[in-house]
């Protein structure tokens, strides 16, 4: 059965990719799980239209970060919730801290730098 990847998966391939899946697993895991669809020519379009406008609203938000002066005030807003340390990623750290918040933000960074971590981190 022919799918669509909607978000990566192990194995099989990258969001965006039409793979062969057997059926069962396609019926079973993929679909209901949100992890494919059926590659129709239909979902083919919307997912084509989809990754369009992404990209089309990533270059407007890029804009107006290019236009952005020295100095400027800013203000963020991060999700909310529980974080920890991915020990087992690769990938960068970039922490983000103020006020009360600097304190596991540190301990993270602690642990990572006494248990040998090789991954660059960036402070903010």
Known sequence: MKVILIKDVKGLGKAGEIKEAKDGYARNYLIPKRFAKLATKEAIREWELEQKRKEEELKKELAKFN??????????????????????????????????????????????????????????
């Open 67 to 124: 236009e952005l002066k020295e100095k400027s005030l800013l203000k963020i807003e991060g999700p909310k919730g529980s974080f920890y340390l991915r020990e087992s990623s690769d990938k960068p750290m970039i922490m983000v801290a103020g006020g009360t918040g600097f304190g596991p933000v540190k301990a993270m960074v602690e642990h990572a730098l006494e248990s040998g971590s090789q991954r660059k981190i960036h402070i903010y």
